[in-house]
């Protein structure tokens, strides 16, 4: 995440409730992304976290016409003062779950590492585009002080019109023979600031998504983002208080074939996803 894309706590935990994220943009002659828009500031709901993970990469979707950081605890992540690679360390992540979002993480910065990623999956997934399940994910995984207003900015933000946009029913159902994927992917994390009762992580994905199937005229596409969660630690677990997306880091797209949508369709349906950990 870049440095200037900050973020206040939401309103009724002492802050302006105000976020700045970066939104994607266009390749122009830099593969890398080149010059980035400036800031955008918004009280809207597509700045709150839940939407920063998914209502950027879907409006682009809907749009489209068819001090170097390290690990807090550097004696368990290897090298002092370098962040370690995102692997197995023998410290056990999680120890319960909370309907299927995996919660439970030591008090530790692993375990902040460890909620943040999956947090980021949970936060990037199909049942966000679903009242009941959106309700659920959001109570599981925020500090219960963020969570009463989040739902309610959510749900208004999810509006009829904006899931048709993306192809979806007022429900957030797809077509009857078509597939609507949304997954996020993490690719690594690292802490950026920690102490016993907070920590801010950030966690590098890339995301999938759009409508697979014969007919989809809104094709299954991929994303690359950060995702920077500010996390407290209440009733003994990680929660997120917080959160900002930015672009990036994006690399250069390979020469694969792109599937068909029956494959892709075929392919979510058939390869589960994972619990992450540091």
Known sequence: MSPGDEHDSFGGVGGSGQTRTRLPEGNGGDVYGGARRPVRSSRSLITVVGVVVLLVAAIAFANRGGGEPADATGARSGTPGKTAPTAATGVRPVTGKNGAIPTGYSHDDQGAQSAATNYAVALGSVDMFQAGPREGIVRAIHDPKVADDLVRQLDAAYTADFLAGIGLD???????????????????????????????????????????????????????????????WVGGDWRVESSTQSEGPTPVNGDNRASTADEIAEAVQGYGGFTYAR
């Open 170 to 232: 007022a429900n957030g159902t797809a077509p009857a023979g078509l597939t609507f994927v949304s997954r996020t992917i993490p690719v690594g994390a690292k802490v950026r600031d920690y102490t016993d009762a907070s920590a801010t992580v950030e966690v590098w994905c890339t995301g999938l998504v759009g409508l697979a199937g014969t007919g989809s005229t809104k094709p299954v596409t991929s994303t690359w983002f950060t995702l920077t969660e500010k996390l407290t």
